[in-house]
């Protein structure tokens, strides 16, 4: 050990650093009052090891705490005498700057702090992995693109030519039914690797990545492109993230939290569906992947693409705004591409043929179209919206939802064996959970109960018995998801975002109980329906091949008219539209505030103070979690789209006052919640 490093140990004979002597920190202190970078001296002894990025332990209010090292400087502004960096906890710089940047632009965005937005993006040091030798870089194999792909859409080629340009293209692009969109994403990350630039696509879960893994390998090769997910074990995930820190790999995919990889030169950000609330972080301060990659793409001026086969009101607003461009294609390739799609009820001749048909669960078109798909040799899909076995009740003659007399809650067998209302099990309310000994429906008298939204379980056994002799496969709701499935005639029972996908696509798509979609109460709960229907009829073979779309809703609501032309970008205007005309995001920033009522009157009175022009919606009253006794409410603060990052501020300050004063009743604070009910 050298003598520089044994006079280390005594902090009272520590001499500062030579030269830039003075260390900008920040701190692993989750306080919005000190959400700022902090100066430390830093000692002779660490100054070969303190450069920028490190993870250091600093003294910060009498105790040792974790931080980055942001930058050395010469001198500090601060006038007092500064404390000494402790600890370098280890060489390896895991913060580039412009991470950092990016997690300070996402932290003011949603009114969050800075070191909250670092535990998303640097995942936790495994020190063995970095002790591993690292494997050499190879240059990145140069590989043929063809264009043919992306020649069905208008500026397809374009936005080739861009990337493989190193221009800064943003696009939103509309993916045409039964596309290979894993070929097509790949396909753009190639021609950004032949420019010598990076490339980072955040997809929703696990079986997007490997799709998309696989896909860029056989491109790039195996050692081209590398999988950041959750899945993986805290070595195996460090070790990688320390890949493409290192330069060593210059393509990630992954889920969410790969929004933040330190990607060098970067070239190219995707995301694909960015509607799945999977890419919307549960954790403070909860920023969704498509702003976040937006930021990025604008603070280093890589190209942008957000993908779909549907389309989101917020990606519309990007091509309105006239930042991005669409990349969409003609009415002729999408009629051609797309199944035949039809509600049940949608002509007199239907109706005439099953009268009840708008009113059972599997009307007659859709027996016909799953035996036409079976006899052809080819699997049929069935959506079903709830897992489970039987959700709740409902009245056997009039379909009112059966309600306990006490509290009005819903009606439901705590049993999965109790298939009717005829079984020695009673029926219990599922909020107060008292039995039910003589129900009797208030809207027509009727004493019979029935299933009034049946789960994927019991789905699977009534198309087990409608259909002798046919395979019935599961994937989701309770049975493990599939990733495939065989092309051969068998029934597939899937929750929406569970489907298998199949080589040859399905023969057809049965869509049920598309008023359980439709009846949550959420803002977006329309766009969220046809993004959940669009993605099950994506699968399913062009009409020119027999491929048939049944839906179980009624044939003139606007979603249905959208599903059935396939006019994902059409219907997100109209959403637009009509969030501008009642005042909610995207058109609007908003925020949620929730807490006690004493502490969101507080920080609401706060922003009205800051904000004149602000408008709050509440407070309302939430429900108590179990357990909870403590009245808790929300406010909805609303604020032109110009004013938000003001409100942003303003939040950000609110809290700011609260720390600093040790408020004992926390608020949580959401800018543009992704549910709005």
């Known amino acids: 050990m050298s003598t520089v490093a044994r006079r280390g140990r005594n902090r009272g004979e520590w001499q500062p650093a030579a030269q830039l002597p003075v260390a900008r920190v920040a701190v692993d202190v989750p306080l919005a009052h000190l959400d700022r970078p902090f100066d430390y001296r830093v000692p002779a002894h660490l100054d070969a090891d303190a450069v920028p990025g490190v993870r250091l332990r600093v003294r910060f209010a009498g105790r040792l705490v974790d931080g980055y090292l942001l930058e050395r400087v010469a001198e500090s502004a601060h006038a007092g005498r500064l404390a000494w960096v402790e600890k370098v906890v280890s060489a390896e710089p895991v913060l580039t700057s412009e991470v950092a940047a990016l997690c300070r632009a996402v932290a003011d965005r949603y009114a969050g702090v800075l070191a909250d937005v670092l535990r998303l993006a640097v995942p936790p040091r495994h020190a063995r992995v970095e002790g591993e030798t690292p494997k050499e870089a190879e240059p990145a194999r140069q590989a043929e693109v063809t264009p043919a792909g992306w020649a069905r859409y208008a500026r397809g080629a374009a936005l080739l030519d861009a990337l493989a340009g190193g221009r800064a293209a943003h696009a939103v692009w509309q993916a045409l039914p039964g596309e290979d969109w894993p070929q097509r994403l790949a396909e753009a990350v190639a021609a950004t690797v032949n420019a010598g630039r990076g490339a980072l696509v955040v997809v929703p879960d696990q079986r997007d990545v490997d799709a998309l893994h696989a896909a860029c390998a056989q491109l ?8 950041l997910t959750a ?9 990688r993230w320390l890949a493409v820190r290192r330069g060593q790999v210059g393509v990630v995919v992954g889920t969410r939290s790969a929004a933040f990889a330190p990607v060098q030169r970067l070239g190219l950000l ?15 301060p909860y920023p969704h992947v498509r702003d976040v990659l937006v930021l990025r793409a604008h603070g280093v001026g890589a190209a942008l693409l957000v993908g779909g086969f549907a389309r989101t009101a917020e990606a519309h607003l990007l091509v309105e705004s006239g930042w991005a461009r669409e990349v969409v294609a003609d009415r002729m390739a999408v009629r051609a591409a797309m199944p035949r799609i039809a509600p049940v009820g949608d002509s007199e001749a239907q109706l005439a043929r099953d009268p009840v048909a708008r009113a059972a669960r599997l009307p007659h078109v859709a027996f016909e179209a799953a035996r036409a798909a ?19 009740l409902a009245c056997g003659s009039c379909r009112e939802t059966a309600r306990c007399r006490h509290c009005a809650g819903p009606l439901g067998f705590t049993g999965r064996a109790a298939g009717d209302a005829g079984g020695a099990e009673l029926p219990h309310c599922r909020w107060c959970g008292r039995p039910e000994t003589a129900f009797r429906c208030p809207a027509c008298g009727s004493r019979r109960l029935r299933a009034g939204v049946v ?3 019991r789905t699977a056994e009534e198309l087990g018995r409608a259909f002798p002799g046919t395979t019935v496969r599961a994937s989701g709701g309770g049975a493990p998801v599939l990733a495939s499935a065989a092309e051969r005639p068998e029934l597939v029972v899937a929750t929406p975002g ?10 057809a798509a049965l869509l049920l109980d598309g008023w359980a979609l439709l009846s949550r109460p959420d803002l977006r709960v329309a766009e969220e329906t046809l993004r959940r229907w669009l993605a099950a009829a994506g699968l399913v073979v062009p009409h020119g091949t027999g491929g048939r779309v049944v839906v179980m809703a009624d044939p003139e609501l606007p979603v249905v008219q959208a599903l059935v032309r396939w006019d994902p970008a059409g219907h997100a205007g109209a959403e637009l539209a009509g969030r501008a005309e009642v005042g909610f995001p995207p058109a ?11 502490a969101v009157a507080e920080v609401v009175d706060g922003l009205l103070a800051d904000l004149p022009a602000a408008e709050v919606l ?3 009253e939430l429900e108590p979690e179990r357990g909870d006794t403590e009245v808790r409410e929300r406010a909805l603060v609303r604020v032109p789209r110009a004013q938000g990052k003001a409100l942003a501020a303003a939040l950000h300050a609110a809290q700011a006052g609260r720390t600093a004063r040790k408020a004992a009743d926390p608020v949580r604070v959401r800018l543009d919640p992704v549910e709005i009910g």
């Open 220 to 227: 790039l090769g195996a050692d081209g492109v590398v999988a």
């Open 231 to 239: 899945d993986l074990g805290p070595a195996e995930r460090y070790r």
């Open 270 to 284: 995707a995301v694909w569906d960015d509607g799945d609330d999977l890419h919307a972080e549960p954790r403070a």
């Open 374 to 392: 079976l006899s052809a040799g080819r699997p049929v899909l069935v959506q079903v919206p709830r897992s489970g076995y039987l959700p709740w």
């Open 455 to 457: 789960g994927a379980g």
């Open 498 to 507: 569970a489907e298998p996908r199949v080589p040859g696509g399905y023969g």
């Open 588 to 598: 609007v920033r908003m925020a949620s505030i929730e807490g006690e009522p004493a």
């Open 618 to 620: 509440g407070p309302v």
